[in-house]
């Protein structure tokens, strides 16, 4: 079973990853694979958050917190890039 879950897990990632650079994707599939992306990587910063401040540990919560910046700088660097082949 957790194979199964794996490798759903891991079609829908890459298959979303693989949708947002193609421009013959509709737009409406890019945003809904972004919108998939996203609530995987809130989820999995929130997960490290909640789990360090339930057992009171700052490591685990400063690891969510920098999972999240590291996510917010390639996110911006994405973007600029987006913006200079525009």
């Not at 999995?44 to 690891?63: K, P, R």
């Amino acid at each position: 079973m957790e194979i199964l879950f794996e490798f759903l897990f891991e079609l829908i990632v890459e298959g979303s990853f693989a949708i947002l650079g193609e421009k013959k994707v509709p737009i409406v599939l890019r945003i809904l694979a972004a919108v998939v992306v996203l609530a995987l990587y809130v989820g999995l910063v929130g997960l490290f958050v909640y789990i360090g401040i339930t057992y009171d540990n700052v490591i685990i919560v400063g690891l969510g917190v920098f999972i999240a910046i590291i996510g917010i700088i390639a996110f911006l660097h994405a973007w600029n890039k987006h913006e200079e082949e525009a």
